[in-house]
C-alpha cells in the first residue's frame, strides 16, 4: 500500500507541487482568521472558585473595564475640571473619585483618612475611570483618552500586560523566525551534500508552517499568545529531522537505483522508519493537555497538529520538490563537512562503563537539583514590561497599591450574614483593613444616602464585594492570610467566592505541582508505550525513556546550580513534555540501528556502527532543535516564553549527548540481560 502511494506522488511530482501551491492559498485564508488571545488569564480554569468570582467582578462589578488615570500637581478645582472632560469622552462611562465618597469643602482634618489616602497622596491623585463598551481594546481606548485630556497624566490598568505581551510579541516575531531558518539553514549546508536540499527543506517546512496555521485559524479561530510566539520556529525544529531521514534514505537508494524508483522507496521506508518518532513527539505535546492551565492544551493541539502536517509535507510535497530541481541544481553538490563519527563510537565503546558510572552520578545531583529550581505563579514577572509603563506601574503601586487585596464576593445574602462574614474575615491574620457594610457605615445608613457610585462598588444584583487588604510581611504569612479566607469560604460553600490576582495566584500554585506530575505521567506512559511497539523490547525502552529523563532533570538542575531567579512555573511543565517527546527519537535511531545491526554482528562492533552512522542526524536534528529555540529566547523580551525557549535549547544539546553516549553505554552494559530477556 506504502509503495503504491510513493509511486504515485513520484509519478505526479509536478501536480503534488501545483497541488500545495492551492494547499498555500488556502492556509494563507485560514492564517488571516486566526486571531493571537493575549489574555493570560482566560486560560484559567473556570471551575475554581477564585476565577469564578473574577468572572463576576469583570462582569457585575466592571471590573475588566477599570483604567486609572494618574495626575500630578493638580488642585481639587482642576481635578474636577479634567473629571468633567473624562465624563464628556465618547471612550468614559463614569469616573470615580474623592468628590463621590467627600464633600471636597470639608477641611483635611475632619475628612475620612482612609478614603482621602485611596485617591490623593501628596501631589498626586489618582481617578478610577470605567470604559464604554465601544468595541474597541481598552488600550486603545486608554490612549484615546490620554490624547484627549490635553495635560500630562499615567494611565494604568490590567490591560498594560496585555497590551505589552502584545507589543513585545509582534517586535519580536520577524528576527526570531529570520535568525532561527539562519541558524537552521547553516546547519543543513554543513550536514547536506547539496545546497539546494537545504532551501527545499526550509520550504517545505514553511508550507507545513502555512497549512498548520490556516487549519487552525478555520477550525479553532484562535491560539495563545505563547503558542503563537513559538510555534513556527518549534515545528520547524522538530519536524526537519524527517525530511534529514527521507534525503540520507533517498541517497542510500540511489545508488543501486534510478531517481524516481530510490525516491518511491524511500518514501515508504521513511515512512514508517519516521512514524514512531513523529508519534512520541505528538505525544509529548498532547500530554499538555492535562495541564489545567488551557495554555499548555493550546500549544500542544497545536503543535501535535504541526508534527502530523509536517510529516505528510515531507512525505508527498518534498519528494516531488526534490525530484523537480535536483537535476538543474545538481551541479552545487558538495562534500557533508560534518566529521566522521568512528572515533566516537570507538570512544564509548571503549569506555561504556565510565560513561555509565558518570551519567548515574550525574542523575543524582540533577534529579536533585530539578527539584530545588523555583518557580513563579506570578503573571506580571512572567512578562517584562517597558521602562516607561513599568516606572508608572510602579509609581501608581508605590502610592496607591497598599498592599496585597483580595476581593471576598458574597452571593445572596442578607445584611446580617454579610455583617457576620465581615467580622470572620476581620479575625483572619495579617487582616489589615476591610471596605464593605462596617467599614463604609452604610450597614448604618438608609440606602438612599449611599451614593449609587458607591453603592455600585459594593453590590451588584444580589451580590456583594468586600475588599480585604493584607499586610502580611513574607509568603508565609500571606499563605497563611489566604488559608483563612479559604477556610471562611469553605464553611460557606456556594455563598463566598474569595478572588483577586493574588488569590488566583495563591491557587494556580496549588494546582502547580498536580499537573507537574499529571503531565510527566502522561507524556512518559504515551511515549514509553510508542518507544515499547517501535523496539518490541521492554528494557530497553526503559533504557531510552529514563536516559531522556535524566537530561531534564540536567536540564533544569543547571537552572538552579546557576542561582537563576524564579522561573514561570508553565516553563519545568511544558519542557519535561516538549524535551521527552521531541528528543526520545534521536534515542530510537540509535537502538533500532544498534538491535539490526547486531542480527550479524558482535554487539561491540554493532554499537560503533550504530554510533557512527546515526550520530549525525541526530547532531543535525539537535542542532537545528538547538538553533530554533535559542532564537526564541535571544529575541522575546517574554519571560515565560524566554525561560522556556531558552531550556529546550539547553534540552535539545544535552538529549543530543545523552543518546550519543550514556544511552549505547547502558544498551551494550544491559546486552546481556537484554538478550536473553528478548531471545
Not at 475588566?64 to 462611562?93: C, F, H, Q, W
Not at 477550525?219 to 510566539?229: I, L, N, V
Not at 522561573?567 to 537502538?591: E, K, M, W
Request: with cysteine; glycine share 8%; aromatic share 8%.
Amino acid at each position: 500500500m506504502l509503495e503504491k502511494i510513493a509511486g504515485w506522488i513520484v509519478k505526479n511530482r509536478v501536480g503534488v507541487a501545483i497541488f500545495s501551491l492551492g494547499l498555500l492559498l488556502l492556509s494563507a485564508i485560514g492564517t488571516g482568521k486566526l486571531s493571537i488571545n493575549y489574555d493570560f488569564y482566560s486560560y484559567l480554569p473556570q471551575d475554581i472558585s477564585s476565577v469564578k468570582g473574577q468572572k463576576i467582578l469583570q462582569e457585575d462589578f466592571g471590573f475588566s473595564d477599570t483604567i486609572y488615570v494618574v495626575l500630578s500637581g493638580k488642585t481639587v478645582s482642576e481635578t474636577k475640571e479634567i473629571i468633567d472632560r473624562l465624563n464628556k469622552m465618547p471612550d468614559v462611562a463614569e469616573t470615580f473619585w474623592y468628590s463621590d465618597l467627600e464633600d471636597v469643602k470639608v477641611p483635611e482634618d475632619f475628612a475620612s483618612k482612609e478614603a482621602r489616602e485611596k485617591f490623593l497622596l501628596g501631589e498626586d491623585t489618582l481617578v478610577q475611570v470605567t470604559l464604554a463598551p465601544t468595541g474597541r481594546k481598552p488600550s486603545q481606548q486608554a490612549e484615546a483618552i490620554k490624547a484627549g485630556l490635553g495635560v500630562d497624566a499615567r494611565i494604568v490598568g490590567d490591560f498594560l500586560y496585555n497590551q505589552e505581551i502584545e507589543r513585545l510579541s509582534n517586535s519580536a516575531k520577524s528576527s526570531m523566525l529570520i535568525i532561527a531558518v539562519v541558524v537552521i539553514l547553516l546547519v543543513l549546508v554543513l550536514a547536506l551534500t547539496q545546497p539546494a536540499y537545504s532551501i527545499l527543506f526550509l520550504v517545505s517546512a514553511g508550507i507545513a508552517i502555512l497549512i498548520n496555521f490556516g487549519l487552525t485559524g478555520f477550525f479553532r479561530g484562535q491560539m495563545s499568545f505563547m503558542t503563537s510566539s513559538v510555534a513556527a520556529a518549534l515545528q520547524l525544529a522538530v519536524t526537519m529531522d524527517y525530511a534529514i531521514f527521507l534525503l540520507h534514505r533517498y541517497e542510500e537508494e540511489k545508488k543501486t537505483l534510478p531517481s524516481l524508483k530510490a525516491m518511491a522507496k524511500s518514501i515508504a521506508k521513511t515512512s514508517t522508519a519516521v512514524l514512531s518518532s513523529g508519534l512520541t513527539t505528538m505525544a509529548g505535546f498532547l500530554a499538555l493537555l492535562f495541564m489545567s492551565i488551557k495554555m499548555g492544551g493550546d500549544m500542544g493541539i497545536v503543535m501535535a497538529q504541526g508534527v502530523f502536517v509536517g510529516f505528510i509535507v515531507t512525505l508527498t510535497i518534498l519528494p516531488a520538490l526534490i525530484l523537480i530541481i535536483e537535476k538543474p541544481l545538481g551541479i552545487l553538490k558538495h562534500r557533508n563537512f560534518f566529521p566522521n563519527m568512528e572515533k566516537l563510537g570507538n570512544f564509548v565503546v571503549r569506555n561504556k562503563g565510565i560513561i555509565a558510572l558518570v551519567f548515574l552520578v550525574l542523575a543524582v545531583p540533577a534529579f536533585i537539583g530539578s527539584n530545588m529550581q523555583p518557580v513563579t505563579y506570578s503573571f506580571e514577572e512572567g512578562i517584562k514590561l517597558g521602562d516607561d509603563v513599568q516606572k508608572d506601574l510602579d509609581l501608581v503601586m508605590e502610592k496607591f497599591g497598599g498592599g496585597h487585596t483580595v476581593s471576598v464576593l458574597l452571593l445572596g445574602m442578607d445584611e446580617n450574614q454579610r455583617l457576620g462574614i465581615e467580622e470572620e474575615l476581620s479575625k483572619v491574620p495579617h487582616v489589615k483593613e476591610i471596605i464593605g457594610p462596617l467599614s463604609t457605615g452604610s450597614a448604618y445608613v438608609p440606602r438612599s444616602y449611599i451614593p449609587k457610585k458607591v453603592l455600585a462598588k459594593l453590590e451588584s444584583e444580589g451580590k456583594h464585594l468586600l475588599t480585604v487588604t493584607l499586610d502580611a510581611p513574607d509568603k508565609a504569612g500571606l499563605e497563611e492570610s489566604f488559608e483563612g479566607i479559604k477556610a471562611i469560604e469553605g464553611r460557606h460553600e456556594g455563598r463566598i467566592l474569595a478572588t483577586g490576582i493574588d488569590m488566583i495566584q495563591y491557587d494556580i500554585e496549588k494546582m502547580g505541582t498536580s499537573d507537574n506530575l499529571k503531565v510527566n505521567l502522561a507524556t512518559i506512559i504515551g511515549v514509553f508505550a510508542i518507544v515499547w511497539i517501535a523496539l518490541m523490547r521492554f528494557r530497553p525502552s526503559l533504557v531510552l525513556i529514563f536516559g531522556i529523563e535524566v537530561a531534564i532533570w540536567l536540564n533544569v538542575a543547571i537552572q538552579w546550580f546557576m542561582n537563576s531567579p524564579p522561573i514561570f512555573f508553565f516553563a519545568p511543565v511544558a519542557l519535561g513534555a516538549i524535551q521527552l517527546g521531541a528528543t526520545v527519537d534521536y534515542s530510537i535511531l540509535i537502538a533500532t540501528r544498534y538491535f539490526d545491526e547486531s542480527k550479524d554482528k558482535p554487539p561491540d562492533e554493532a554499537m560503533k556502527i550504530s554510533v557512527r552512522e546515526g550520530s549525525p542526524a541526530i547532531i543535525t536534528s539537535a542542532l537545528t532543535l538547538f538553533g530554533a529555540c535559542a532564537a526564541i529566547s535571544v529575541t522575546s523580551q517574554i519571560s515565560m516564553v524566554k525561560d522556556l525557549s531558552m531550556m529546550l535549547a539547553r534540552g535539545a544539546l544535552i538529549s543530543g549527548i545523552m543518546v550519543v553516549t550514556a544511552i549505547p553505554a547502558f544498551l551494550l552494559l544491559f546486552r546481556g540481560k537484554l538478550r536473553r530477556k528478548n531471545a
